[in-house]
């Protein structure tokens, strides 16, 4: 059964740092774009793809908005893939909900940011982590 679990957010005054985490069980090769997206709250139709990675060849996408100041990477293991993101100069702008998210029909990480949409029946993603940036 595949399931995403991420974990890493918290409190973090502005400027600062955090990294986050997200265990993919059940990873399998059909499904290797991943990424990491985020939602604001009260914008729940607005849901912006942060950073994506294709796990095979390894190739990236940054969102304009982070582009610089965030970097994604990832580990594979036999069935099981965790993805990073790595989180500096962090402004309140950047509060929201981070969700790691995947899909068998993307075929590159920047298609996988601004095209994948949770109403596909190849999307699955996960719950999420609250990251909050205030002084």
């Known amino acids: 059964q595949v399931q995403l679990v991420e974990s890493g957010g918290g409190l973090v005054q502005p400027g600062g740092s955090l990294r986050l985490s997200c265990v993919y069980a059940?990873?399998?090769?059909?499904?290797?774009?991943v990424g990491w997206f985020r939602q604001v709250t009260g914008k729940e139709d607005e849901d912006e793809g942060v950073?994506?990675?294709?796990?095979?060849?390894?190739?990236?996408?940054?969102s304009d908005s982070v582009k610089g100041r965030f970097t994604i990477s990832r580990d594979v293991a036999k069935n099981r893939l965790t993805l990073y993101l790595e989180m500096s100069s962090l402004q309140p702008e950047d509060t929201a909900t981070y969700y790691c998210?995947?899909?068998?029909?993307?075929?590159?990480?920047?298609?996988?940011?601004?095209?994948?949409?949770?109403?596909?029946?190849?999307?699955?993603w996960g719950q999420g982590t609250q990251v909050t940036v205030s002084s």
């Open positions: 059940g990873f399998g090769l059909d499904q290797n774009m």
């Open positions: 950073s994506c990675i294709n796990v095979g060849d390894g190739s990236t996408y940054y």
């Open positions: 998210a995947t899909s068998a029909e993307m075929p590159t990480a920047q298609m996988m940011c601004t095209r994948w949409a949770k109403s596909s029946p190849f999307s699955i």
